[in-house]
């Protein structure tokens, strides 16, 4: 037996933005790696051949416009929820953090890619 609680209707901005949410995090766990599991993502870090750092530095990259994009989404979340401060009160504080953390990692990983980029340099050059 099933039993249903009303609970009373939701804000029509509210409810949009749960559903947002939603959405962002259902699509974020429907993407998979770019560069296949976390085994093969670890045998790039250790990797010696130039593709081999090449693909890494394309993972970095792409980590790097990942973290942008969310960013990016999460500051929009945050100005939407500002309008919601009264039903919401912690969100656009979260979105922001999210924001701000994701704006820092995104310059670390393009480090990365350019450290892997150095890396198949030097493996291409002790291949000749």
Request: charged share 25%; net charge negative; aromatic share 8%.
């Amino acid at each position: 037996m099933i039993t249903r609680i009303a609970v009373g209707p939701m804000p029509r901005t509210a409810c949009g933005l749960f559903a947002y949410f939603f959405l962002i995090l259902g699509s974020a766990s429907a993407c998979s790696e770019p560069h296949g599991t976390p085994l093969q993502l670890e045998h790039l870090m250790h990797g010696d051949t130039p593709a081999e750092f090449e693909a890494l530095a394309s993972y970095y990259r792409t980590k790097a416009a990942d973290a942008r994009a969310l960013a990016q989404d999460h500051r929009a979340m945050a100005n939407r929820a500002g309008e919601q401060a009264d039903a919401l009160p912690n969100v656009k504080e979260h979105c922001y953090r999210i924001a701000e953390l994701n704006e820092e990692l995104a310059p670390r990983y393009e480090s990365l890619a350019k450290e892997a980029d150095a890396a198949a340099l030097l493996a291409r050059a002790s291949q000749d």
